[in-house]
């Protein structure tokens, strides 16, 4: 049987560029509320230098972590129910990312 994928998110980004507007200068972690039903999820990335991606539940607890990230695909992530998750993608202060997210559901 074929799975139908649904792209949730796919963008280029930009991770910890200087604002001294904000706490600590840099906007080193973006985050990406993403709606999804009860399935699969998978997160894809390709950067130019290390990141840090996690993905939260709707009770703010993390479903997973991977740090470190330069070209890799996560997943399969089981969800059990339809909710909002959260994409976070973070970097160290001082650091700066440019890289390619793409999140989808089977």
């Known amino acids: 049987m074929f799975s139908k994928k649904r792209v949730l998110f796919d963008e ?8 001294p ?4 200068a840099y906007r080193n972690v973006k985050t990406f509320p993403l ?10 990335a390709d950067s130019d230098k290390p990141v840090d991606i996690a993905l939260s539940d709707s009770d703010g607890i993390c ?16 969800l059990t129910r ?5 994409l976070m993608v973070g970097v160290y202060k ?11 559901m089977e």
């Open 12 to 19: 280029s980004i930009s991770v910890g560029e200087f604002d």
């Open 21 to 24: 507007s904000v706490d600590g």
């Open 35 to 44: 709606m999804v039903k009860r399935g699969r999820i998978f997160i894809s």
């Open 63 to 78: 479903i997973k972590f991977k740090n470190s990230i330069i070209s890799d695909t996560i997943g399969p992530i089981e």
């Open 82 to 86: 339809k909710q909002t998750v959260t």
């Open 94 to 104: 001082g650091d700066k990312a440019e890289l390619g997210i793409k999140v989808w």
